[in-house]
């Protein structure tokens, strides 16, 4: 297995140290493991897309319209 460092801020750190019965290595190696599948279904899913870039940002803009007029946000 390889070993990783990573920064974390103070803050957090003292957060993390009020639950000192969880395996805090644990619980970052599960959310790498979890994005890196998510990433690899939305690859797979992208790869057999016929949508072009374009397509997708037009797709987006009408979802945004719609969600910000069913929230009455306009």
Do not use: C, G, H
């Amino acid at each position: 297995m390889v070993n990783m460092t990573l920064s974390i801020p103070e803050e957090l750190a003292r957060r993390m140290k009020l639950f000192r019965e969880i395996r805090w290595s644990e619980v970052v190696r599960q959310a790498i493991e979890d994005r890196i599948t998510n990433l690899e279904a939305m690859e797979r899913i992208a790869s057999k897309s016929k949508l072009t870039e374009k397509d997708a940002k037009e797709i987006s803009k009408l979802i945004n319209r719609s969600v910000t007029r069913k929230l009455n946000l306009e």
